[in-house]
């Protein structure tokens, strides 16, 4: 069974910084695109960084030269670095894997970790 877990977040202070990681567990042969979206209270689910196994990349517009997302193709790991945070970055942040191709069992779609909680505050 594919299993998605995120670690890393927690309290900081503004400008500071934090990274994230994501480690897809399981029979995985590979992994198309990965990322990470955000959900802040009372607002919808956003993007903030997504990237494909052929290292292509998009960001939201609110993170760009602040925020960068990494690969380990061979660990199924997604990284995303966070500096100069701003308290409008605090939300849950999740892990989604899209693409999973099992080594053995259908491939996977818009799968999602459990979330972890980033909270930018003085």
């Known amino acids: 069974q594919v299993q998605l877990v995120e670690s890393g977040g927690g309290l900081v202070q503004p400008g500071g910084s934090l990274r994230l990681s994501c480690a897809a567990s399981g029979s995985i042969f590979s992994i198309n695109a990965m990322g990470w979206y955000r959900q802040a209270p009372g607002k919808q689910r956003e993007l903030v960084a997504v990237r494909t196994s052929y290292a292509n990349t998009n960001y939201a517009d609110s993170v760009k030269g602040r925020f960068a997302i990494s690969r380990d193709n061979a660990k199924n790991t997604v990284y995303l670095q966070m500096n100069s945070l701003k308290p409008e970055d605090t939300a849950v942040y999740y892990c989604?894997?899209?693409?999973?191709?099992?080594?053995?069992?259908?491939?996977?779609?818009?799968?999602w970790g459990q979330g972890i909680q980033v909270t930018v505050s003085s």
């Open positions: 989604n894997a899209d693409g999973i191709y099992q080594t053995a069992g259908p491939v996977l779609y818009d799968y």
